[in-house]
């Protein structure tokens, strides 16, 4: 069973070993804060684990991906957009649902197991250095070189929202980092507030949107249309992506770089873009030896991934 906890929805499935998934499902957390989201994930994983019954699958194992941290060995997680879940302990939540407490529970960060994913069964198959620079809610990045993950001492490595891009230093950045306050799904929704809140007499399409309910996707949808704001906006984010391909490319010397999360998607025509940007900016023979491309299983590269580690039944090193 691979599970795929994000901001906002939880996202699960069956895997069988060659990668095939089955009995897919998902739901929104619906505003759910603490102990409230782990019943949810309880529930959840029952119902899953009554699918394969019906199937007649024997599950073995489970793996979960979260947006955040992960204390491999006290089986807790920190994971910021999710009030209440400082220091949540969500494996024993998950095994307590199982009626077999001999089931494997693996947790993993989003961006490891993003980038496990696209190794196992996406864009990244046959790699052993690449990235995948994931571009939602949030930004992060899960890395992998010479085929092992890169974690740091605390499992904090590819946490590349903090990416310092834009001095001087702003306390607005303090929450989220200068990168993802600019350039994430909803950094987008910021910047674009911030515009229309400097520019009065700005009149365009977004000018008739309340700012509580302007998103990345309506910014894009803008962009199409050609309304100046928006490009302002999306033409800034173009720039830090750039830089962060840039930056990225100059430390790791990957094969490839793999755009995805839900913004990539809309923004994925910009890819030439990005490239153009980060030429600019790498060490030149390496940037030349890394190639964008989109993810191959969109948003379900973390549930692919979480499912290989549970198959795996090792998430310290791959």
């Given at each position: 069973?691979?599970?795929?906890?994000?901001?906002?929805?939880?996202?699960?499935?069956?895997?069988?070993?060659?990668?095939?998934?089955?009995?897919?499902?998902?739901?929104?957390?619906?505003?759910?804060?603490?102990?409230?989201?782990?019943?949810?994930?309880?529930?959840?994983?029952?119902?899953?684990?009554?699918?394969?019954?019906?199937?007649?699958?024997?599950?073995?194992?489970?793996?979960?991906?979260?947006?955040?941290?992960?204390?491999?060995?006290?089986?807790?997680?920190?994971?910021?957009?999710?009030?209440?879940?400082?220091?949540?302990?969500?494996?024993?939540?998950?095994?307590?649902?199982?009626?077999?407490k001999e089931?494997?529970?693996?947790?993993?960060?989003?961006?490891?197991?993003?980038?496990?994913?696209?190794?196992?069964?996406?864009?990244?198959?046959?790699?052993?250095?690449?990235?995948?620079?994931?571009?939602?809610?949030?930004i992060g990045?899960?890395?992998?070189?010479?085929?092992?993950?890169?974690?740091?001492?605390?499992?904090?490595?590819?946490?590349?929202?903090?990416?310092?891009?834009?001095?001087?230093?702003?306390?607005?950045y303090i929450?989220?980092?200068?990168?993802?306050?600019?350039?994430?799904?909803?950094?987008?929704?910021?910047?674009?507030?911030?515009?229309?809140?400097?520019?009065?007499?700005?009149?365009?399409?977004?000018?008739?949107?309340?700012?509580?309910?302007?998103?990345?996707?309506?910014?894009?949808?803008?962009?199409?249309?050609?309304?100046?704001?928006?490009?302002?906006?999306?033409?800034?984010?173009?720039?830090?992506?750039?830089?962060?391909?840039?930056?990225?490319?100059?430390?790791?010397?990957?094969?490839?770089?793999?755009?995805?999360?839900?913004?990539?998607?809309?923004?994925?025509?910009?890819?030439?873009?990005?490239?153009?940007?980060?030429?600019?900016?790498?060490?030149?023979?390496?940037?030349?030896?890394?190639?964008?491309?989109?993810?191959?299983?969109?948003?379900?590269?973390?549930?692919?991934?979480?499912?290989?580690?549970?198959?795996?039944?090792?998430?310290?090193?791959?």
């Open positions: 069973m691979g599970l795929d906890l994000g901001a906002t929805k939880l996202s699960g499935a069956l895997f069988r070993p060659d990668g095939r998934m089955c009995g897919y499902s998902s739901v929104s957390l619906e505003k759910r804060t603490g102990n409230d989201v782990g019943l949810m994930i309880g529930n959840f994983v029952k119902e899953l684990a009554g699918k394969a019954f019906i199937e007649k699958l024997e599950l073995e194992a489970i793996g979960c991906c979260v947006p955040g941290i992960v204390y491999h060995d006290a089986g807790k997680v920190w994971a910021p957009n999710i009030p209440g879940w400082e220091n949540f302990p969500l494996k024993e939540t998950i095994r307590n649902a199982m009626e077999n089931v494997i529970v693996i947790l993993d960060n989003d961006r490891a197991c993003s980038i496990m994913g696209e190794v196992w069964q996406g864009s990244a198959k046959g790699c052993r250095n690449a990235i995948f620079l994931a571009v939602g809610t949030g990045a899960g890395i992998i070189s010479n085929g092992q993950i890169i974690r740091g001492q605390s499992d904090i490595a590819g946490a590349i929202g903090w990416l310092a891009l834009n001095p001087p230093f702003k306390d607005k929450p989220v980092g200068c990168f993802e306050y600019h350039a994430s799904g909803d950094g987008l929704a910021k910047v674009a507030i911030e515009y229309l809140n400097d520019n009065p007499a700005y009149s365009g399409i977004l000018s008739n949107t309340k700012t509580e309910l302007l998103t990345a996707r309506l910014v894009f949808d803008a962009f199409d249309q050609g309304d100046l704001l928006a490009e302002k906006v999306i033409r800034q984010a173009v720039t830090y992506w750039g830089m962060a391909v840039a930056n990225l490319a100059s430390l790791f010397n990957p094969e490839m770089i793999i755009f995805g999360g839900g913004v990539f998607g809309p923004a994925l025509v910009l890819l030439g873009d990005i490239m153009e940007e980060a030429r600019k900016w790498a060490q030149p023979i390496s940037i030349n030896q890394v190639s964008l491309v989109s993810s191959a299983l969109g948003t379900n590269a973390g549930l692919y991934g979480s499912a290989f580690m549970a198959l795996t039944g090792d998430n310290k090193t791959h």
